[in-house]
């Protein structure tokens, strides 16, 4: 099975500029690139796949750059919505620092550049004598995004946007010999104004070629990339944690898991049809989402901290809370509602809304409806000092089997 072959089965192509790509990269190791803009300080789900699939060209002999857009990032890719806002040097600067030690960590690509390294130099005058010239407005309005907002209005900042980075890609290919750019099904319009680009420049003769990723859509048509409560899932463990990461997989709905399967991990796809298999068995159990977690996880953030998510998920699950560590619940409860600990226990449940009244507190308890650290509480004059708390620092309180909130010692 050919590269090409095995992406368009992992439903990873959605089109090309060149028809015969296939033969060529299985005949040629050439040379590619895929951008990001700094537009923040991680990188999220969203991202993920295009550099997955550059992994994977990796693997087959073929040589990534990462370009991150230290320039364009301070201009802004159009988007459907509307203007970006624009950011501060220092902010982007800040982010080209983040991605770059991320990308690395995680992907191990190591030839990065920075396109605001040719582009800061650049004389307003120059630009347009040897770049604006060669591109044609009416083509440029063709493009698809630029099209989508000609009615409301697009500033000539955004509408610039296409030439920064067709010239990215010439400057590439004159200098290291890059031939290929992958991106996202979204930026077509910009990649073929880099072919053209190219071929005005250097004539028709010039090898390049570019094949863009579908736009990855849950099963009901919406965006995929956000948890169940609309947040962004960031590969930053600090934005993210690998609990709240491992929970994204594992809560993929049924129709999905397969094809996340395909287009997220490195198993093979016999391998991967036969947990299919297994899984349309015994769907009950799950097993398709707890191999996509685990790969996934396992991948972004290393094997230490995918087991410690598993671990945190069976603990929550089996309700056994004085299995973790501090550290753990801290990772596995952060966006649970918490106060600070000293108060008794009717007044903590006050505060942390797990009763609404100080009668209704008193009859959860007395009605061992009230759990502390797995522990049903019967003392209705209990004070919540450090002495309960795991570690001294946390502890879990929690009504009936699923309302949860966290007592913290932190800092008192």
Known sequence: ???????????????????????????????????????????????????????????????????????TGLIGDPKMQGERKMLALEEVQNNVTCLTSQVK?????????????WTSSLSLIDFLRFYGKEFNVNY??????????????????????QILQAMDWYILYKDYNCQMQIGGQDQWGNMTSG????????GQDAKVLAFT???????????????????????????????????????TPDEDVIKRLKQFTFLS?????????????????????KILAKEVTTFVHGKNCCEQAIKISE??????????????????????????????????????ELASSKREAREFILNGGIYLNDNKVNDINLILDSSLAIESRYIVLRRGKKKYALVSFEGN
């Open 1 to 71: 099975m050919t590269l090409i072959e095995e992406l368009k089965q992992r439903e990873l192509f959605f089109d090309t500029t060149d028809e015969n790509i296939e033969t060529y990269l299985e005949n040629n190791k050439v040379t590619f690139y895929l951008g990001c803009d700094p537009t923040g300080n991680s990188l999220h789900v969203g991202h993920l796949v295009t550099y997955l699939v550059a992994k994977r060209l990796q693997d087959h002999g073929h040589k990534p750059i990462l370009l991150i857009g230290g320039a």
């Open 105 to 117: 960590e995680i992907f191990s690509f190591d030839n990065i550049v920075n396109n605001y390294s």
């Open 140 to 161: 440029m309005i063709n493009k698809d995004t630029v099209k989508s907002r000609l009615e409301k209005g697009i500033s000539y900042t955004e509408f610039s946007y």
């Open 195 to 202: 072919t053209d680009l190219i071929h005005h420049k250097l």
């Open 213 to 251: 990723i579908p736009l990855i859509l849950k099963s009901d048509g919406t965006k995929f990339g956000k948890s169940e409560d609309g947040k962004s899932i960031w590969l930053d463990k600090n934005r993210t944690t690998p609990y709240e990461f491992y929970q994204f997989w594992i809560n």
């Open 269 to 289: 796809l016999d391998e991967i049809k036969n947990i299919e298999d297994q899984f349309n068995q015994e769907k009950e159990k799950r097993l398709a989402q």
């Open 315 to 352: 603990a929550l699950f089996n309700n056994s809370i004085s299995s973790l560590s501090a550290d753990e619940i801290a990772m596995g409860f952060k966006d649970l509602k918490c106060c600070k600990g000293g108060k008794s226990l009717i007044d903590t449940l006050l505060e942390l």
